[in-house]
């Protein structure tokens, strides 16, 4: 059994797994967004497809611990998502994960088209790490 990390926004998905021992997190995909209906479906398939025993998906708040209106959309979308699967979906908080996969790609020396194509998954493996590692 995995745990499956997200990172939602309003055009893409960044989507991470974990191993089956659950210790280390590694990038699956980017979905682009479309309808609310079809990501939900494609994140369905991937809970099926890797036996995924837990969602966990990264909440942006502020410096002070608020959820603003990006929040407010990702449980909504989260809400939407728990109508279509029957395991657990918890959030982890996600502050500065977009940055610090950016730093990160950076380091490594990326280009910037390559670093836009890659921020959000590499986001998600940042929420499903610290997860991980927390747990």
Do not use: C
């Amino acid at each position: 059994m995995r745990i499956l990390g997200l990172d939602i926004g309003d055009k893409y998905i960044g989507v991470a797994l974990s191993d089956e021992s659950e210790i280390i997190a590694t990038g699956l995909e980017t979905i682009k967004r479309s309808k609310i209906d079809e990501d939900v479906k494609k994140l369905k398939g991937i809970v099926e497809k890797y036996e995924v025993k837990e969602i966990v998906f990264g909440i942006p708040k502020d410096l002070y611990g608020g959820i603003g209106p990006q929040g407010e959309k990702v449980l909504k979308f989260i809400e939407r998502l728990k109508k279509h699967i029957n395991i657990p979906v918890n959030s982890w908080d996600e502050r500065f994960t977009t940055k610090e996969a950016e730093r990160t790609l950076l380091e490594d020396g990326m280009r910037r088209e390559k670093r836009k194509k890659l921020i959000d998954k590499v986001s998600a493996i940042l929420i499903l790490q610290g997860y991980l590692d927390y747990h």
